[in-house]
């Protein structure tokens, strides 16, 4: 078939040439270098790719040059079903059985009680699943010179540029949140140069490929599996993969296109499932009918228009890093850092990262939020014991955590509805298990509203739906939503009040109001008698969410004039809550009794969320605790063989920046990109950590790493907001711009040789707040488009130069 449709790729010839090096300046004069990632060779495992994704729909670029890779994803691309029965019936009649068991110090008994009766049937729980990729098989022969592949992080394009027999060639791939597709455009600086067959990999579901006239290839799959489902339910879905190609010939082949001679080629690839109901073949053919009626140029200007004004919020600066490291590619500049180097500009770039991947990950309306993978999937999460779900005592959190500091709040939307789901299906549990009224979610959940418990020693966190549901009080905190308030946030707050004020029971040593059985995930302690043990009563990261809940319930009923009998309620139990105590090694308790660690080297410090993210240990107002939990760091970190993971060094980020230590939180990031992070700097689970055979990408690194940096410049917990609160010596000048603050408020900084050099505080509410820097606080009164700027002497003057400002960051 001759090919000549309309010029659906303008100006691409002249497209190849544009070659960007390193040092390049961008638009604003600036140079780009902490923007990009870029290498010289194709990617060979999955962890050498380059992540595109529009909110839903993901991919994984290889750029090999005979073979290219996508390797695919859909948020919605589940297996298992909804579901009965998965509360352990035996629950609710033996909980007071084994509460009593545990007050009487019998503690091998409650802790078999607990196995048997307490675990939930997870039988069609499922999990997310890898799609098959796509293929491009090329006919290069020679061998490619000058070969470069890329992502911008300031356009969220990936590129792959070489030189192969004289000619030049280029691809630009990028999946576009404002047409709903994957873009790929292939040009070269020779007519007639490019010829390839496009074709679909096997995959892991059960699949068929077909053609659709000449251009189009058609994929029509089942998630089914049956390791964490029935192998019969999950959802259908619909790869459809179109060409449009201008000169040469184009045929349809069994199970593929081919192009021959083409001058430049479009390939738009869309998907559409049956998650919500909807039918995959009308998804994916009107997303690509919709596309399709655009040239390349529309499309991509669509997708910066979109992006841009996301990314564009934050900026940062570290300080330039040597020439020398400039000029080399991203994996050789991750490793330089691994034996010891300094790399500012390197953190930067892993800093925009996180916040890249949050925007391509978890638009405003997406399904779907963040999974364990984000949105994209390696195939090796999935076929674990913990699978790719929503993992709800740390990670889940962590996936979120940059949203609001980071100025991206519209990203945060996708879970809080998920969130909502779990209140709604999380009241037949509290009632079916625990006979109280409210809702209870645990350890793990899935789109399909799974909130009974896993198994014993992991999957028994009472607090981990409540733990997950005061990200929408950060929402809260950081934007001053009040309706938001009203209508979203409190729902669910209020009924999870209810659920914890009728479970919990005085224990009878100290009259302790308290929660269990709990897990303090996922660890473990040695009981008197030497056995090891998981749940307990008491635990303390069950008393810090609690105690977190009531004061949201208290500020929240205040603001909202509501629920005054619930306010009092409220405020009466949680003066009965056990106080955070201190064991005998100095260590912060991680049980209401202080035992000891069945596995001193466990990579969870559930009961350090009082100092992150909650902030009910300051070294400033609760300097001993403060100590405790530095103390319970270094002890888990000196412990044998201590389990590094991703998650777990992000968290020593956020923990050493709350203690106000720079120069240990700097040590701890430099090794979370050096030691969690592979060459496409993604973070991931160490082979070994929680029975992995490899290391398995998790999002949570990238994007708790990157709320750590925002930690260390910039905090706003305890009423007021602080800054450069844990500045490190290797950053010693630098600057930041969008940054936000609780209370409303958006901020920027420079910093000279370590010191305050000025400050901008703009504020999109009305209100009051103090300002810190160091021991000195000055108190700002700002209506909503004010600004302020501060210098060093406005903290000891206390007049700030306040000016009217409309402009929103």
Request: charge should be neutral; charged fraction near 20%; hydrophobic fraction near 35%.
């Given at each position: 078939m001759s090919i000549d449709r309309r010029s659906f790729v303008q100006g691409s010839l002249a497209l190849v040439a544009l070659q960007h090096t390193p040092g390049a300046l961008s638009e604003n004069g600036s140079t780009a270098i902490a923007e990009e990632l870029w290498y010289k060779q194709a990617a060979r495992r999955w962890l050498e790719g380059l992540p595109v994704g529009n909110g839903r729909l993901g991919g994984m670029v290889f750029g090999g040059i005979q073979n290219e890779r996508i390797a695919l994803s859909d948020?919605?691309?589940?297996?298992?079903?909804?579901?009965?029965?998965?509360?352990?019936?035996?629950?609710?009649?033996?909980?007071?059985?084994?509460?009593?068991?545990?007050?009487?110090?019998?503690?091998?008994?409650?802790?078999?009680?607990?196995?048997?009766?307490?675990?939930?049937?997870?039988?069609?729980?499922?999990?997310?699943?890898?799609?098959?990729?796509?293929?491009?098989?090329?006919e290069h022969v020679d061998q490619p010179v000058e070969y470069k592949r890329s992502l911008s992080l300031k356009d969220a394009i990936a590129a792959v540029r070489f030189k192969c027999g004289g000619v030049q060639y280029m691809r630009e791939i990028f999946a576009t949140h404002a047409d709903g597709v994957i873009a790929i455009q292939l040009t070269a600086s020779q007519r007639g140069a490019i010829s390839f067959r496009m074709s679909f990999s096997q995959g892991e579901i059960p699949n068929t490929t077909s053609t659709e006239g000449q251009d189009t290839l058609v994929l029509k799959g089942s998630c089914f599996e049956d390791k964490h489902s029935s192998g019969q339910d999950g959802v259908a879905i619909q790869i459809r993969a179109q060409v449009l190609a201008r000169g040469g010939t184009m045929s349809a082949m069994s199970q593929a296109i081919a192009v021959s001679g083409a001058d430049a080629v479009m390939i738009l690839l869309a998907t559409g499932t049956s998650f919500r109901g909807?039918?995959?073949?009308?998804?994916?053919?009107?997303?690509?009918?919709?596309?399709?009626?655009?040239?390349?140029?529309?499309?991509?200007?669509?997708?910066?228009?979109?992006?841009?004004?996301?990314?564009?919020?934050?900026?940062?600066?570290?300080?330039?890093?040597?020439?020398?490291?400039?000029?080399?590619?991203?994996?050789?500049?991750?490793?330089?850092?691994?034996?010891?180097g300094d790399d500012p500009e390197l953190v930067t770039l892993f800093f925009q990262y996180g916040r890249y991947l949050t925007i391509a990950g978890s638009r405003a309306d997406s399904v779907l939020p963040l999974a364990l993978q984000g949105i994209w999937n390696d195939g090796l999460a999935s076929s674990m014991g913990w699978t790719d779900d929503f993992h709800l005592d740390i990670n889940t959190q962590q996936n979120y955590w940059p949203t609001e500091v980071c100025n991206l709040s519209e990203c945060h939307a996708p879970l809080f509805g998920l969130i909502e789901g779990l209140a709604s299906a999380g009241k037949a549990t509290a009632q079916e298990m625990y006979g109280s009224p409210g809702w209870v979610a645990h350890t793990v959940t899935n789109p399909w509203g799974y909130t009974a418990p896993g198994g014993t020693g992991w999957g028994i966190v009472v607090t981990a739906g409540l733990w997950i549901a005061t990200q929408m009080w950060q929402h809260y905190e950081f934007t001053r939503d009040?309706?938001?308030?009203?209508?979203?946030?409190?729902?669910?707050?209020?009924?999870?009040?209810?659920?914890?004020?009728?479970?919990?029971?005085?224990?009878?040593?100290?009259?302790?109001?308290?929660?269990?059985?709990?897990?303090?995930?996922?660890?473990?302690?040695?009981?008197p008698s030497g056995q090891h043990a998981s749940e307990s009563m008491g635990n303390t990261i069950d008393r810090v969410f609690v105690h977190a809940l009531f004061s949201m319930i208290v500020e929240a009923c205040a603001t909202l004039s509501i629920d005054a009998d619930l306010r009092s309620r409220v405020e009466a139990a949680r003066t009965k809550l056990p106080p955070l105590q201190i064991g005998r090694h100095g260590q912060l308790q991680e049980w209401m009794e202080d035992f000891e660690d069945a596995e001193p080297n466990h990579r969870h410090t559930s009961h350090l969320t009082g100092l992150y993210p909650e902030h009910q240990i300051s070294p400033r107002t609760t300097p001993a605790l403060a100590r405790a939990a530095e103390v319970t760091i270094q002890r888990r970190m000196s412990a044998p063989h201590w389990e590094q993971s991703e998650w777990g060094r992000a968290n020593l980020v956020v923990y050493y920046a709350r203690l106000l230590k720079g120069e240990e939180a700097h040590r701890h990031l430099v090794g979370l990109i050096a030691k969690a992070a592979d060459d496409?700097?993604?973070?991931?689970?160490?082979?070994?950590?929680?029975?992995?055979?490899?290391?398995?990408?998790?999002?949570?690194?990238?994007?708790?790493?990157?709320?750590?940096?925002?930690?260390?410049?910039?905090?706003?917990?305890?009423?007021?907001?602080?800054?450069?609160?844990?500045?490190?010596?290797?950053?010693?000048?630098?600057?930041?711009?969008?940054?936000?603050?609780?209370g409303s408020y958006v901020v920027a900084v420079k910093w000279r040789n370590g010191e305050l050099s000025s400050a901008t505080i703009t504020a999109r509410a009305s209100g009051s707040i103090p300002i810190r820097y160091r021991d000195q606080v000055t108190h700002l009164h700002l209506q909503a488009g004010q600004q302020v700027r501060l210098r060093p002497q406005s903290f000891l003057d206390k007049a700030p130069d306040v000016a009217d400002s409309r402009t929103q960051t």
């Open positions: 948020s919605t691309a589940w297996s298992g079903a909804t579901a009965t029965g998965e509360v352990n019936p035996g629950a609710l009649p033996h909980i007071r059985e084994i509460r009593e068991l545990f007050f009487a110090g019998k503690y091998d008994e409650a802790q078999t009680l607990c196995s048997k009766y307490l675990p939930g049937c997870m039988k069609n729980f499922g999990t997310n699943l890898p799609l098959p990729d796509l293929q491009l098989a090329f909807d039918s995959p073949e009308k998804a994916s053919r009107e997303a690509l009918r919709k596309a399709s009626a655009k040239s390349f140029r529309q499309l991509r200007q669509a997708h910066l228009e979109d992006y841009r004004p996301l990314y564009r919020r934050v900026s940062l600066d570290l300080g330039p890093s040597s020439q020398s490291a400039r000029l080399q590619p991203t994996d050789t500049r991750r490793r330089a850092i691994e034996d010891g009040s309706e938001f308030l009203r209508a979203r946030a409190y729902p669910v707050l209020r009924e999870a009040a209810e659920f914890f004020l009728a479970y919990m029971v005085e224990e009878p040593k100290h009259g302790w109001l308290v929660t269990g059985p709990s897990d303090s995930p996922e660890n473990w302690y040695i009981t496409n700097l993604m973070t991931y689970s160490s082979a070994g950590v929680a029975g992995a055979d490899s290391n398995i990408f998790a999002i949570d690194g990238n994007t708790a790493g990157s709320a750590g940096i925002a930690e260390m410049l910039l905090q706003s917990h305890g009423g007021e907001i602080e800054l450069l609160p844990a500045l490190p010596a290797m950053w010693r000048n630098g600057s930041f711009r969008g940054l936000c603050a609780r």
